[in-house]
């Protein structure tokens, strides 16, 4: 039985992603804010041919989230196969007068709670490893274009990123001898609701697709162990870098 975790479930990428995986015949835990949103995700999940769907409500600003998370996926399944990093959080503001209070929570949504879900799935991981080396276990994170090129109003959000970035980067020089390796996904602007701020500036229908998102990173889960894809950068069409 193959099992992954995805945060940010019950919408847009996550969601997507999540969805893919249940055709894929994976169980799933999944978290998002909102509980009622995420049983009625977890009923379609499972009709999609997800064998089992474990659901946990939580705020990733809270600092005993990732403990949570992953203790219910340990309880429910003792291993798993892929991470998916996908929660975040990010508005617009200037350097000079951006409010510290947000400052706290970006970092907490975006670097802090990853971070500490990651190593609380480690000896998950290893675990699936153990029992299927030639596939290993894999983490997919959802960065930003913001992560790899700077865009003015987005410093601290990009810096989360950039940070993510890093982060998966430095997993697999620690972990991918043995079996576990991450890929970063840094898209420009993607169409769904957290773009919503600048579709008066770019419209929806020229942002890339949900799908496109998705299709690298369920291919990303399909490799075997040998193989390592340290970042993808997915640029819009008829867009620069950074755009």
Request: charged share 20%; net charge negative.
């Amino acid at each position: 039985m193959k099992t992954a975790l995805v945060t940010g479930g019950s919408r847009g990428i996550g969601l997507g992603i999540a969805t893919r995986l249940a055709r894929s015949g994976y169980s799933l835990t999944i978290t998002a804010r909102d509980g009622a949103v995420l049983e009625k995700v977890a009923e379609d999940l499972v009709q999609a041919g997800a064998p089992r769907v474990v659901t946990v409500a939580a705020d990733l600003a809270d600092r005993e989230a990732a403990d949570r998370i992953a203790d219910a996926h340990a309880e429910a399944y003792g291993s798993m196969n892929a991470l998916v990093l996908n929660a975040g959080v990010g508005t617009a503001g200037r350097i000079e007068d951006y409010p510290m209070r947000r400052f706290d929570k970006t970092l907490d949504v975006n670097l802090r709670s990853p971070f500490h879900l990651l190593q609380n799935s480690i000896p998950l991981m290893r675990v699936a490893v153990q029992a299927n080396p030639d596939s290993g276990a894999k983490v997919i994170a959802l960065a930003s274009m913001a992560g790899v090129y700077s865009e003015a109003g987005l410093a601290v959000y990009g810096a989360t990123k950039a940070a993510m970035l890093s982060l998966v980067e430095t997993l697999n020089a620690e972990e991918s001898a043995n079996g576990i390796s991450g890929t970063s996904i840094a898209p420009g602007y993607v169409d769904t609701d957290m773009s919503d701020w600048i579709k008066d500036k770019i419209p929806g229908d020229s942002m890339i697709r949900v799908d496109d998102i998705v299709e690298l990173a369920t291919s990303v889960l399909s490799l075997s162990s040998r193989a390592v894809v340290p970042r993808l950068v997915v640029t819009r069409a008829g867009a620069g870098l950074g755009a």
